[in-house]
């Protein structure tokens, strides 16, 4: 373990754009991610309600559609967008680079990350990746319509394929190894960080369950993000350099022969993709894990149950999330022996997620639970992760997939785990640690609000998903009336297009509340739940080097609640022994 | 022992969440259980076999779900803030090996009852003497192939292919075997018989999708994939795209055709006529 250098490398900026704008302080570009990942998601969530608005009333005259009425190219542009964004700018930005970067180090007694330069520099890197992939809707053509996985040769072959496979699907590309490239360098600084900077007493079984998410991620995200940014640029070559990674002999496009393609492989991207894109749906939602078992043992007021397996549990779902991108494929034309392993692992990776489920409810069990917002917001975390979670049973089976595959009983199972779930935690994590960043509580009766809408909710948009599944309705239609047996399920498509339109108004409950309580706010002091960790040592918010120069010694691990004989229900992990009462 | 008292509200808050959990419990239940929307009835052997798997998924998952739904209701009610001590413990190794191999053995014993339906459909070829047909994609077009009386492919080459002027397949005139190659843009077969399908596509990726015979393969670029079924239900069956291959995916349809063998000859004789 590195001690700190002491004596100011590392002195306050006082210029207001060394402070905000190109600040090397991990809490103020934790911060910038947070603010990032807030636009990019009213984006997505915008856009979604553009989708469920085209689905029910068709002919609806919207913004943002020359011409008045939506095409079928600017509603897959729209798919693209929304999948794209949410994946990346905001279920691997917020959780991971926006609260990680503000809360790891604090919490394992750091003065900042171990490489505050290239931490600003990833946040940079993001915010250009961002804007890249924003500017495809502005170029002829529009944004691609081939969906977040772009599969080739759709995605290959350039604007022959359609509208937005031009210039729009190249920004795409280039935008997307560009946030790989940030995703790698955030990753590096995590790692580094937690091995390297940890205070003195701060071993690894000492570690908050929110640090050991946030390194299971960073070590997957450093693994996969290589991947795919190898895969873009693969990609990127064969849209513009005229390789032929992707694309095989022989095609013929709307009647024009493809003659100057050879020999590649439509495969290979999906094997590298997966590759990256299973582990990802981890990336998304570890944190999320790490932030309710955190939130879920701080409010029930006791320990996390069974701390060593909840640890395994994510080291397990880390690993096994390596070994089951080929359930994607299933129906790819992949050997379908392969399909029976890779089938298998899927199963097994519920193991790990059924142990954390468990765990949760043990935690709960003959606890004291203090209902505010964050805890509601945990508790709807275990309810979705148990929904979203079984559903993928059904999915892992291959012979259940030739039914279900892309239906929308596929799109239901992602929304609620990796869309719904990890968004749970991101709300979970912002009631929690906003009094922290910011200095104010968020008010709770908003907040409650907010929370009983969003919960229900969710459920009325993504519950009925699943039946249009089993009826067989095929994901990524722009349309209901290409195909018969669509009609009957319009009044499912009705009812979902409402709810999503309820939830996405009251978002900006949470908006207002956001912004409200900057300013008017109950004060929050420096721990008022009473929690344990070493963020809550220092003041809300905390000064520029975290401790200001007295770096904490820790002396337990991070889940003291409710142990006997000790004199408060809690103990902070910095309390010297002889304080603490019969310590545990 | 210093201690906050609770807030006021915790129990309201409680049975609201707990009140909401069950509520949405039993209607899943319910919902899954009235099949209001549904699949539709299954026209093979096979597919008999597929919803049969996926009844079996259901009522496992479906005793977790409710069970772990029901169980996080109960503890939000239960152990709600009352201003009481907490019960402290750890964790406990017993309870944490005994849920683990309980999972082990339920999750995995379910992947591997699922693994007979795949076997058969793609571990093993189709019967001997199967009707072999050629399916092709094509942006936003399904086209059919049977290879005649001659019993062979003709030849096809991608500069001859014009959907506009009638050859959408290319098929190349000057090859014999080509002559009486069947191309139709829906799909007949006769009930009862074993049929081979070769799935391509001249393009981008698309996806064959028949509801009823719970069947879903991609047409991949620069591959020829084989499948096949057995259908037994006579009627008319929509096709449909289920793979995003661009802007007209939507409505990149056809029809399957399962008719009697006397009107598949019928259809043939008709279509060999048309050739003439």
């Known amino acids: ?584 | 022992m210093h201690r906050k008292i609770s807030e006021k509200g915790s129990a309201a808050i409680a049975f609201c969440l707990a009140l909401i959990i069950v509520a949405f419990t039993v209607i899943t239940v319910y919902m899954f259980a009235a099949k209001s929307w549904w699949f539709p009835p299954a026209i093979s052997a096979f597919g008999t076999q597929i919803d049969a798997q996926f009844h079996r998924t259901l009522v496992i998952t479906g005793i977790v779900f409710v069970l772990a739904q029901l169980g996080l209701a109960w503890v939000i009610f239960r152990y709600r803030d009352q201003g009481r001590k907490v019960e402290f413990f750890e964790g406990n190794s017993t309870l944490e090996f005994v849920w683990t191999v309980a999972t082990v053995v339920l999750f995995v014993g379910l992947g591997l009852y699922g693994e007979h339906a795949w076997a058969e459909a793609h571990f093993q070829g189709a019967a001997p003497g199967a009707l072999q047909v050629e399916i092709t994609g094509q942006q936003f077009a399904w086209n059919f192939r049977y290879a005649g009386p001659d019993g062979k492919w003709g030849q096809t080459k991608p500069e001859l292919v014009s959907a506009s002027s009638g050859n959408p397949l290319g098929l190349d005139p000057r090859d014999p075997a080509a002559k009486d190659d069947i191309v139709s843009p829906t799909m007949y077969v006769p009930e009862g018989r074993e049929v081979e399908v070769l799935i391509r596509t001249q393009d981008v990726t698309h996806s064959f999708y028949v509801r009823e015979l719970r069947l879903k393969q991609d047409a991949v670029p620069g591959m020829v994939i084989h499948m096949h079924f057995n259908a037994t239900v006579p009627g008319e069956y929509e096709i449909a795209c289920a793979e995003l291959c661009g802007l007209g995916h939507y409505r990149m349809r056809s029809f399957l055709y399962v008719v009697s063998q006397a009107d598949y000859d019928k259809w043939i004789r008709d279509q060999e006529a048309a050739l003439q």
């Open chain 1, 1 to 584: 373990m590195v001690t700190h250098e002491s004596g100011g490398h590392h002195h306050p900026p006082t210029g207001f754009i060394r402070k905000y704008i190109f600040s090397v302080d991990h809490k103020v570009i934790g911060i910038q991610y947070y603010f990032l990942a807030l636009f990019s998601v009213f984006l997505g969530m915008t856009l979604s309600l553009l989708m469920r608005i085209h689905l029910v009333w068709p002919a609806a005259k919207l913004p943002f559609t020359p011409g008045g009425v939506m095409t079928p190219e600017q509603y897959l542009a729209l798919v693209t967008m929304h999948g794209t964004i949410m994946v990346f700018m905001v279920l691997t930005t917020a959780p991971q680079s926006g609260f990680g970067n503000y809360i790891l180090p604090i919490q394992i007694g750091a003065e900042d990350m171990a490489f505050p330069v290239l931490n600003m520099l990833s946040f940079w890197v993001t915010f250009v990746s961002l804007m890249v992939m924003v500017t495809a809707f502005f170029v002829t053509g529009g944004a691609p319509i081939s969906g977040w996985t772009a599969y080739p040769t759709l995605s290959a072959l350039g604007q022959i394929t359609g509208p937005g496979q031009g210039a729009g699907q190249t920004l795409w590309v280039i935008g997307l190894g560009i946030f790989c490239v940030a995703s790698l360098l955030g990753a590096l600084n995590f790692i580094t960080t937690t091995i390297d900077l940890r205070a003195k007493g701060m071993t690894f079984g000492r570690l908050p369950l929110t640090v050991w998410a946030w390194l299971i991620t960073a070590v997957l995200a450093l693994l996969a993000f290589g991947v795919l940014l190898a895969a873009c640029i693969l990609l990127l070559l064969d849209r513009t350099a005229g390789t032929s990674f992707f694309i095989p002999g022989g095609l013929v496009v709307t009647d024009t022969p493809i003659t100057w393609h050879k020999g590649g492989s439509p495969l290979l991207w999906q094997h590298l993709f997966w590759f990256f894109g299973h582990p990802e749906v981890y990336i998304a939602i570890l944190p999320g894990m790490g932030v309710a078992s955190h939130v879920l043992s701080t409010f029930s007021r006791k320990p996390v149950f069974g701390y060593r397996a909840m640890v395994g549990a994510m080291c397990a779902i880390g690993f096994l999330g390596f070994c089951v991108w080929g359930h994607h494929m299933f129906i790819s034309g992949m050997s379908p022996y392969s399909a029976f392993a890779f089938s298998l692992m899927t199963m097994t990776i519920g193991v790990p997620s059924a142990i954390k489920t468990f765990n949760w409810l043990g935690t709960l069990w003959g606890a004291q639970i203090r209902f505010t917002t964050a805890m509601l917001f945990a508790l709807g975390f275990v309810s979705l992760f148990v929904t979203g979670g079984l559903s993928g049973l059904f999915l892992a089976q291959p012979s259940l997939d030739l039914y279900l595959h892309d239906t929308y009983f596929v799109v239901a199972h992602f929304h609620l785990i990796m869309g719904v779930a990890a968004i749970f935690g991101i709300f979970s994590a912002t009631y929690f640690w906003y009094p922290k960043m910011f200095g104010r509580m968020l008010n709770e009766s908003i907040g409650r609000l907010h929370f009983w809408i969003t919960f229900v909710g969710v459920y009325c948009i993504f519950m009925p998903m699943h039946f249009l599944g089993l009826a067989g309705h095929p994901r990524r239609y722009a349309d209901l009336t290409g195909v018969n047996f669509l009609a009957p399920l319009h009044a499912v498509h009705y009812f979902i297009t409402i709810s999503a339109m309820v939830v996405i108004t009251m978002q900006l409950l949470f908006l207002f509340n956001f912004f409200y309580s900057m300013k008017a706010g109950k004060i929050a002091g420096d721990n008022p739940y009473e929690a344990t960790t070493l963020e809550w040592a220092i003041p809300s918010p905390p000064p520029f080097d975290n401790f200001a120069g007295q770096v904490p010694v820790v002396y337990r691990g991070a889940y003291e609640f409710g142990v006997p004989g000790a004199h408060a229900d809690f103990i902070p992990q910095h309390l010297v022994p002889a304080k603490a009462g019969r310590s545990h």
